[in-house]
């Protein structure tokens, strides 16, 4: 059968939740997830790259990344309408649009619905996703340095051995919010993970009451918060937890992470 091009799908205000990999993102989605009719792809990484759209280069990651193949099959999104969508549309704003589209189709979702995305890394894009979405609401979701940089270099999701590697993943991620969002504040908002695990229900009714999308009440308990397992302690060495906590100092402090206090504190313990 013969591939249709989807519709480019209706965006009255999408959320976009960024920020660094490891940094909760997963978890909140699939909590926003309960909400019926707002739905949300798995990371699509459309507006990630800084090459501009339809040129060679940018076309390569969605063509070609394993990953993001994976995501679409996961998505139900079939390559031939994938390539429908990508060879026909013209931005990366359509591009977005017309597989949430396709998205919604695959999974049975009729309009009208809600939707979101959740990919990180977009945060490279912030600038771009204000132009090509001017009703957006975007999300900077941000947490301990210590526990991401530890998550990164144990690697059993994504994997940064180069410890200055993985600290570049959240400082350059918080400099560029810090530096963008402010531009368009009552469309940003930053929300500590923490914040969220402390208090789930609250913090999610806000975020969707930023991102204003309704919601009944009662869709999320204090139960469904997980720990914070501050896996840092046992994965970084006191040097590189050292190390952490110097380079990302000057930004955390602002956000309520005393990183040298942590530290010293483990040490004492240990």
């Known amino acids: 059968m013969t591939a249709k091009l989807p519709p480019p799908a209706a965006d009255k205000a999408p959320l976009f939740i960024v920020g660094s990999m490891r940094s909760g993102t997963t978890w909140l989605r699939d909590m926003l997830r309960r909400v ?33 193949r994976k995501h679409r099959e996961m998505d139900g999104v079939d390559e031939e309408v994938f390539d429908l969508i990508l060879g026909r549309s ?19 979702v009729e309009a009208p619905f809600r939707w979101f995305d959740k990919t990180p890394q977009n945060i490279y894009g912030l600038p771009l996703i204000m132009a090509e979405f001017p009703r ?6 941000v947490r301990n340095p210590l526990n991401v940089v530890a998550s990164l270099q144990l690697g059993r999701q994504v994997s940064i051995p180069d410890l ?19 531009v368009a504040s009552g ?37 469904d918060a997980q720990p914070e397992k501050n896996q840092w302690r046992k994965v970084l060495s006191h040097e590189a937890a050292l190390r952490v906590a110097r380079r990302c100092d000057r930004l955390a402090t602002p956000r309520g992470y005393d990183l040298m206090a942590q530290v010293k504190q483990c040490e004492t313990a240990g």
């Open 136 to 141: 957006a609401r975007i999300l900077h979701l």
């Open 164 to 182: 200055q590697g993985a600290i570049n993943c959240w400082t350059e991620a918080v400099e560029i919010w810090d530096a963008v969002a402010g």
């Open 90 to 108: 013209q931005s990366k704003g359509e591009l977005q649009r017309r597989y949430i589209s396709a998205f919604a189709a695959a999974k049975g």
């Open 187 to 223: 469309r940003t908002r930053e929300i500590r993970y923490e914040d969220i695990l402390a208090d789930a229900p609250g913090c999610i009714a806000a975020i969707l009451e930023f991102a204003q999308v309704d919601h009944a009440p009662g869709l999320w308990t204090p139960k």
């Open 36 to 68: 019926p009719n707002l739905i949300c792809p798995e990371e699509t990484h459309f507006m990630r790259w800084a090459e501009p759209f339809r040129t060679p280069s940018g076309m390569t990651q969605h063509r070609n990344n394993a990953l993001l």
